[in-house]
């Protein structure tokens, strides 16, 4: 299979993400604004760990970001920003690499946001393997 360089990719992982994981109309379905509220979180989590705040995560392969900051179930969630377990779940599972359920084979690499052989457990919210069937 071919991996998410170039446009075909980049067309590939959009199709993924938006017929396999994102459904629309499910309780996970993250909206323009869920997204707009993660992309303001990661770099505020990312961005400081080369040790200079410019905007610029220097390293994404470091970038492990803790989206359970965003729950609401946080005692200080802003309730019309945060986020369902629902969509973080889902957002963890745009992050991880896509594998065919069937035979486990490796299909393509998503954003190595969790790393290669880590965890982005749903059960913490922060780290889990996720497999996309393609039945």
Same mark, same amino acid.
């Given at each position: 299979m071919s *991996?998410?360089? !170039? /446009?075909? !990719? %980049?067309?590939?992982? =959009?199709? /993924?993400? #938006?017929?396999?994981? #994102?459904? %629309? #109309? *499910? =309780? !996970?379905? %993250? =909206?323009? !604004?869920?997204y707009d509220t993660i992309g303001a979180e990661v770099p505020a989590q990312c961005d400081p760990l080369d040790g200079v705040k410019d905007n610029v995560i220097t390293n994404p392969l470091v970038c492990r970001p803790q989206l359970s900051i965003l729950s609401c179930d946080q005692p200080t969630a802003n309730q019309s920003t945060c986020l369902s377990y629902d969509k973080i779940n889902i957002m963890y599972q745009n992050w991880a690499d896509y594998h065919s359920v069937l035979t486990g084979e490796w299909l393509s690499s998503a954003y190595r946001v969790c790393g290669p052989a880590s965890s982005c457990s749903v059960a913490s919210l922060a780290s889990a393997s996720f497999e996309i069937s393609l039945v």
């Open positions: *991996s998410t360089c !170039g /446009r075909s !990719g %980049l067309i590939t992982e =959009t199709y /993924r993400i #938006n017929a396999f994981v #994102n459904k %629309l #109309n *499910s =309780t !996970g379905y %993250l =909206t323009r !604004g869920d």
